[in-house]
């Protein structure tokens, strides 16, 4: 039994989402996790991971593990008891915390392919509200953007502890991706915001309000088929991204690079001070913009288009 999960991107909003202010995410569907269960002849749950080097059975991994938790969680929440001899394989082209989701698309697709074994169908719904449980053991205070559009594999306008909201694309529009290669310490970068936060709220909430703005000006420029004008908001929203502290040398490298191979606009995407970058780009340039990318000490680049 197989079950998939796309990676994703987060276009506007990253750190402010926590702060319940919303933002725009949209999946990757160049890169997917995919899980496939079967029935095994050895005795127990055995996790077959090759991407992370894991290869065990569940009782001896700690229960904190991510994968173990999510499994674990998964089958007492479907009720399946006595534990079942499976061989659950996990494979993913999703770079690992590169900031494209690979832990919630491992746990979207874990789950999904649980209850499709176990023939216990989830909605959506349920399976977005039992991965962010999960999400919370290992990533602090999540604001659960990453889980939902990962599970809906749909454009979000995103407001934490709201009702989930979509919306459409007016006109489709071209962003680069460039990894800096650097794991992104999220839980580090989220929990070092907070602090900041902490010692002076209304600097840091006037910064949130800023980048709220920016976002729902995104959502209107996208949905009336105006990407063009997303250029300079995301140039904007990384001005706010750098006063959060959360930039780096080589994500500021790899932006200006971008905007100097005649991107549009360009912003660190995700937890930052490590994992990715986007780029806005016509879709003639994007292929330049990728090359100056890889030129300016970026890993990978995947070109995707929105829409
Ligand atoms: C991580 O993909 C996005 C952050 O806003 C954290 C979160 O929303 O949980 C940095």
Do not use: C
């Not at 173990?68 to 008891?81: D, E, K, P, R, T």
């Not at 809906?152 to 006109?171: A, H, Q, R, S, W």
């Not at 780096?248 to 490298?253: F, K």
Request: charged share 20%.
């Amino acid at each position: 039994m197989k079950a998939s999960a796309p990676g994703k991107i987060i276009l506007f909003g990253e750190h402010a989402v926590v702060y319940s202010r919303p933002a725009l995410a949209v999946p990757v569907n160049q890169v997917k996790v995919e899980v496939d269960i079967s029935d095994s002849a050895q005795p127990g749950i055995w996790i077959h991971a090759p991407i992370i080097g894991l290869q065990a059975e569940l009782t001896t991994l700690p229960s904190n593990h991510p994968i173990a938790s999510v499994i674990l969680w998964a089958m007492q929440h479907l009720g399946i008891f006595p534990r079942p001899n499976i061989s659950i394989t996990i494979e993913s082209t999703i770079p690992v915390a590169s900031g494209l989701g690979s832990g919630a698309a491992v746990s979207v697709a874990l789950v999904r392919a649980l209850s499709s074994f176990f023939s216990h169908p989830l909605k959506n719904q349920q399976i977005n509200d039992l991965v962010y449980e999960t999400e919370k053991l290992y990533h602090g205070t999540p604001s659960g953007i990453d889980n939902t559009v990962i599970t809906y594999n749909m454009p979000v306008f995103y407001l934490k502890d709201k009702p989930i909201e979509t919306f459409k694309v007016g006109k489709p529009f071209t962003i680069v991706i460039g990894d800096t290669g650097i794991p992104a310490p999220t839980k580090e970068s989220v929990g070092d915001v907070r602090r900041l936060w902490l010692r002076d709220p209304n600097r840091f909430e006037s910064i949130f309000n800023e980048v709220a703005q920016i976002s729902t000006m995104a959502r209107h420029f996208i949905e009336s088929g105006r990407p063009e004008l997303l250029g300079e908001l995301m140039d904007q929203n990384h001005e706010f991204l750098q006063e959060l502290t959360v930039s780096s040398p080589e994500l500021d490298a790899l932006v200006l690079a971008a905007r100097q191979a005649g991107a549009q606009g360009a912003k660190l995407s995700g937890g930052g001070r490590g994992g990715n970058m986007i780029a806005l780009v016509d879709s003639a340039s994007a292929e330049s913009v990728a090359q100056a990318l890889l030129s300016a000490g970026a890993k990978r680049t995947i070109i995707t288009e929105i829409k």
